[in-house]
């Protein structure tokens, strides 16, 4: 009786680790709803093309990605975040605190973000200080900061259109929204003498809409609601510029070249980051970073160029490439 209880134990026991092990054959991945359609593909092309299963992707902002990811190591915490912002020092700290601390940072390219609408409407000509006039909480009016009374386009600028102001965009969890007002939001308001520093409070009275982490929803909004703007990812625009055009910032059209040279106001760059500390556990995961930063997908002529990436000098490229491929740990003074 005794040998039989043990043989049952170790059995149990065997399976219980085999199918411990065949669960982490599954990559699990989150992060940036920007980041989402690049990952998507490659998780994809890594399913198809490897004998692992495709790894499990969630579009959850790039702060609710990092929040997960800093949870702690082992089951139940992602393997992979995407963001589309840089990892903030106090995410980081998080990290190390619950014991993530060995972490590889991966650039993979740039995106610009966009104030785009339906192109049933003529394309608009708006500056960093038009936008913000639109959608900071305080503005100023005649030399005093007031709480924002612009419900007209027109009345930021008589040359703009006689239009409702209406703007879909990002939460509070977004990389999207992170990069909108440090880009925007800071940018206008430093060269604004009515502010002692930097302002990123954004209204409350409804003419901004918090329209979630999909950008594909705030891009349906806008067929039904044309006379709003949404605020997301270039990537966004240029696979639906059969229904939608955008606004030129600072006189400057969001096209690729803008965006990688710089031209582009608001542009940014996407990441990814690595949990290295999963590896031994999750098999497959560096054979899906490898790929996600080979040429075939981030090079000048790869797949996800053809999806809206804007992809990175060939010698950042490579810099970038051979920091993955060493596993290099990340340390905060990167962030500083």
């Known amino acids: 009786m005794n040998r039989i209880l043990k043989t049952t134990v170790i059995a149990a026991a065997v399976m219980s680790v085999a199918g411990v092990a065949q669960a982490r054959d599954q990559i699990r991945i989150v992060g940036s709803s ?59 700290e998080r990290c190390a605190e ?15 973000i966009v104030l785009g609408q339906s192109n049933t409407n003529d394309v608009v000509a708006l500056t960093r200080e038009d936008i913000f006039k639109a959608v900071a909480a305080m503005v100023p009016v005649d ?24 703007i879909y965009g ?11 007002e440090e880009l925007v939001m800071e940018s206008a308001s430093e060269e604004m003498d009515a502010y002692e520093e930097a302002y990123t409070d954004i209204r409350s009275d409804g003419v901004y809409i918090d329209a979630g982490e999909n950008d594909n929803l705030i891009v349906q909004r806008l067929q039904e609601d ?31 070249e803008a965006i990688s040279s710089g031209d582009y106001p608001v542009a940014r760059s996407l990441w990814f980051y690595v949990k ?26 790869g797949y996800l160029r053809d999806i809206g990436l804007i992809v990175l000098p060939e010698g950042e490229r490579e810099e970038w490439r051979e920091k993955v491929a060493d596993r290099t740990k990340m340390t905060v003074d990167v962030l500083k």
């Open 170 to 180: 990002p939460p509070t969890t977004s990389g999207t929204r992170d990069a909108f």
């Open 143 to 166: 030399g005093e900061l007031v709480e924002n009374p612009y419900t007209n386009w027109s009345e930021i600028d008589s040359s703009l259109p006689d239009r409702e102001i209406s």
């Open 276 to 301: 290295n500390q999963h590896a031994d556990d999750v098999p497959p995961m560096y054979d899906y970073v490898d790929m996600f930063m080979s040429e075939m997908m981030i090079g000048s002529d």
């Open 34 to 92: 920007t980041v989402y359609p690049f990952a998507s593909y490659v998780t994809e092309e890594f399913g198809a093309t490897t004998n692992y299963p495709t790894p499990v992707i969630e579009s959850t902002g790039s702060g609710g990605g990092l929040r997960l990811f800093c949870n702690g190591v082992g089951e139940g915490t992602p393997d992979i975040t995407n963001a589309s912002r840089r990892m903030k020092v106090v995410e980081f």
């Open 226 to 256: 044309t006379g709003a703007f949404g605020i997301f990812g270039y990537s966004f625009l240029e696979e639906n510029l059969n229904t939608l055009n955008a606004a030129t910032i600072d006189g400057v059209e969001p096209e690729a």
């Open 98 to 112: 619950n014991g993530v601390t060995d972490i590889t940072e991966a650039k993979i390219g740039s995106d610009g």
